[in-house]
């Protein structure tokens, strides 16, 4: 019976915070997916095996499968990732998954993408698709976090201007981070679900938001995810679905 699972290879291991790491592994010659969709990964234990799903960084047609994770005190995988060093094994599902993905919209001008903590993972991959730029006017960004060492892609964002294929679209980029227990003059300092209510998130983005022209992607913490769509529904937007369209389209961080 074959194995619906590769053994792949950690090609680098970094740890940006006690809680914040990222990591790349060797990418099958065959696997594929689409920008937005997740990855399950695994190890054995004992007689069975521990899986989490975990959203792709990496542009799809990197060489590389590059993943984000925040490390969750007594959990199984964040255990087991916290000891990851290079050359190490990891096991790869070989089917990607999930429908988080911007093609599903059928129209729209604006493409506003609002994350929490690991959230950001499946936009990061977004942004390095060229035809997602040069379908949308506009991509706007909000990652959310406790504090402002918890933005650990800020720079990787910036570097987008250099990036060979789609650096020539970045001005159509509005960055916002956002901050919710540490105050400076930098960033947001506001809940998704509140800088939504209150106007500011639109605008620090300089965007108006508006059923015409602006679709949702929503990706975080449950909570989060609830309270976000909750607050757009609140505002006149309504969920995306195959046969009646909509603005949101949404997904739980991993």
């Given at each position: 019976?074959?194995?619906?699972?590769t053994?792949?290879?950690?090609?680098?291991?970094?740890?940006?915070?006690?809680?914040?790491?990222?990591?790349?592994?060797?990418?099958?010659?065959?696997?594929?997916?689409?920008?937005?969709?997740?990855?399950?990964?695994?190890?054995?234990?004992?007689?069975?095996?521990?899986?989490?799903?975990?959203?792709?960084?990496?542009?799809?047609?990197?060489?590389?499968?590059i993943?984000?994770?925040?490390?969750?005190?007594?959990?199984?995988?964040?255990a087991?990732?916290?000891?990851l060093?290079?050359?190490?094994?990891?096991?790869?599902?070989k089917?990607?998954?999930?429908?988080?993905?911007?093609?599903?919209?059928?129209d729209?001008?604006?493409?506003i993408?609002?994350?929490?903590?690991?959230?950001?993972?499946?936009?990061?991959?977004?942004?390095?698709?060229?035809?997602?730029?040069?379908?949308?006017?506009?991509?706007a960004l909000a990652?959310?976090v406790?504090?402002?060492?918890?933005?650990?892609?800020?720079?990787?964002?910036?570097?987008?201007?250099?990036?060979?294929?789609?650096?020539?679209?970045?001005?159509?980029?509005?960055?916002?981070?956002?901050?919710?227990?540490?105050?400076?003059?930098?960033?947001?300092?506001?809940?998704?679900?509140?800088?939504?209510?209150?106007?500011?998130?639109?605008?620090?983005?300089?965007?108006?938001?508006?059923?015409?022209?602006?679709?949702?992607?929503?990706?975080?913490?449950?909570?989060?995810?609830?309270?976000?769509?909750?607050?757009?529904?609140?505002?006149?937007?309504?969920?995306?679905?195959?046969?009646?369209?909509?603005?949101?389209?949404?997904e739980?961080?991993?």
């Open positions: 019976m074959e194995q619906k699972f053994e792949e290879t950690v090609l680098w291991v970094k740890h940006h915070t006690p809680k914040l790491m990222t990591f790349a592994i060797t990418r099958p010659e065959n696997y594929r997916f689409t920008a937005g969709q997740f990855a399950r990964l695994g190890f054995r234990e004992g007689e069975g095996y521990i899986w989490r799903a975990y959203s792709i960084v990496s542009a799809e047609y990197a060489e590389e499968l993943f984000f994770a925040v490390l969750i005190e007594g959990g199984a995988m964040s087991y990732l916290n000891r060093q290079e050359n190490d094994a990891i096991l790869l599902d089917v990607a998954q999930g429908f988080f993905i911007p093609q599903r919209f059928p729209g001008r604006d493409l993408m609002l994350s929490t903590g690991s959230g950001i993972a499946p936009f990061l991959s977004i942004l390095q698709q060229p035809e997602i730029w040069q379908r949308f006017e506009t991509l990652h959310c406790s504090y402002n060492n918890d933005l650990i892609f800020n720079q990787q964002i910036d570097k987008l201007s250099k990036h060979p294929l789609v650096g020539e679209f970045v001005a159509k980029l509005r960055f916002i981070g956002m901050t919710t227990r540490e105050y400076d003059d930098q960033h947001l300092h506001f809940r998704l679900p509140e800088s939504l209510r209150n106007g500011t998130l639109s605008q620090a983005m300089n965007l108006p938001f508006e059923q015409t022209h602006s679709r949702f992607m929503i990706c975080g913490n449950p909570n989060m995810v609830r309270d976000t769509f909750q607050a757009l529904l609140d505002l006149g937007f309504t969920m995306h679905r195959n046969k009646l369209a909509g603005q949101i389209i949404m739980n961080g991993f």
